[in-house]
Nanobody, 127 residues
């Protein structure tokens, strides 16, 4: 069962922007860290951004992989059970399948071995 539904992927030119959305399926996100992962062609899936819960068990802090720091921003809307990833200044290296995940803990980072996932959606950045 997919725990998230990702949307907002597609094809974009280098230097462009996309806003990804991640909707939780049949649970409330407020107590949990949410991470965005990316799997580039031929590479391992890596966590590129995460946002901790802000319900008191954590402080809503964020963390980013060096490859996206300063270009991507992760935010959350607990009332709507949604998480967003604003992606700016996109590069061809950002191409891949993007997934949402949580490991049912409140703080970054998401431990992928314990995580539940969405199905993922493709982002392709053309040069």
């Amino acid at each position: 069962q997919d725990r998230f539904v990702e949307s907002g992927g597609g094809l974009v030119q280098s230097g462009g922007s996309l806003r990804r959305s991640c909707a939780a399926s049949e649970f409330n996100i407020e107590n949990y860290v949410i991470g965005w992962f990316r799997q580039a062609p031929g590479k391992e899936r890596e966590e590129i951004a995460c946002i901790s819960s802000s319900d008191g068990s954590s402080d809503g802090s964020t963390s980013y992989a060096d490859s996206v720091k300063g270009r991507f921003t992760i935010t959350r809307d607990d009332a709507a059970d949604m998480v967003y990833l604003q992606m700016n200044s996109l590069k061809p290296d950002d191409t891949g399948v993007y997934y949402c995940a949580t490991d049912w803990t409140p703080r970054c980072m998401v431990v992928s071995a314990h995580a539940v996932w969405g199905r993922g959606t493709q982002v392709t950045v053309s040069s």
